[in-house]
């Protein structure tokens, strides 16, 4: 076994540690954060994403609580230009109406919003970014103060990683929708690309493609985006209640969390 195979084996293992320790934490905090003030500290560069990951019913983010603890000068904030790019495209708007609005190249329109997501830590395209991020992002432009986090303090290699939760949106009530099409939704919040969606169902991507767009239409939204921007926005519409404190997850990653908790200030 070459030594780049085992460094990556151990790599994973590490990570599949974290991340269990992280589901831990979680199921017993007693702590939440608004979500709003999470897309303040991302835009200011206050914090940093490290990674992001899902159980099935709960969306996970991992923070830098020192992000640049090595530099002796902190970052400017994010471009706002470029943050409201991000919030547009995140927000389902289409990209040449948004490149029409800013005076900008379609093409323009990717990458300002890919550069604010690489500020704020995230390697990934937008249409593919961590329902937190969307909630965060909803929660801060609605002033929604009843969208919080789970936060929970976790030990990583050679430092504290904050980790925040939020239950994921459910789309298995969505009856306007057929048991399929809702099977693809719910794969869609897990941030799969059409392809690993056609090979989970074992199907085309030509028929996944055909099944997103009915979706769409159904729901009178514009792209992947759209769909988990509908989504976040029903679901913030019951945030009645604190999402904090539930029996420990299963190992299975299908226990969903009660509510219930205290609010924390944002340290």
């Known amino acids: 076994m070459s030594e780049l195979v085992v460094r990556k084996a151990e790599s994973s293992r590490i990570e599949r540690d974290f991340m269990e320790r992280a589901i831990l934490a979680d199921s017993i905090t007693k702590t939440a954060v608004p979500l709003r003030k999470l897309w303040d500290d991302l835009c200011s560069r206050k914090s940093r994403v490290v990674t992001s990951f899902n159980t099935g019913t709960r969306g996970f983010l991992v923070l830098s609580e020192r992000p640049h603890a090595n530099s002796h000068v902190a970052p400017p904030p994010i471009d706002s230009r470029n943050v409201e790019i991000l919030r547009r495209v995140m927000f389902g708007d289409a990209q040449k109406v948004a490149a029409s609005d800013l005076r900008l190249s379609p093409s323009s329109i990717n990458t300002f919003a890919g550069q604010a997501l690489r500020e704020m830590g995230l390697r990934c395209v937008p249409t593919r970014v961590p329902v937190v991020i969307v909630m965060a992002a909803h929660a801060h432009y609605r002033e929604i103060d009843s969208l919080v986090a789970r936060q929970s303090l976790v030990e990583a290699t050679d430092c504290v990683q904050r980790v925040l939760s939020v239950p994921l ?8 929708l057929s048991i399929a099409e809702r099977s693809i939704v719910g794969l869609l919040l897990d941030r799969r690309s059409n392809a690993e969606i056609a090979r989970l169902r074992a199907t085309s991507p030509r028929t996944v493609a055909n099944q997103l767009a009915s979706v769409m239409h159904k729901l ?7 769909v988990v921007h509908w ?3 029903k679901a913030s519409r019951r945030a009645h209640q604190i999402d904090v404190g539930s029996e420990p997850t299963r190992t299975t990653f299908e226990t969903d969390a009660n509510l219930g908790g205290n609010v924390s200030s944002w340290a």
């Open 169 to 176: 949106p459910d789309p298995s009530d969505l009856t306007l």
């Open 220 to 226: 009178q939204v514009g792209g992947r985006c759209g």
């Open 231 to 233: 989504l976040v926005t």
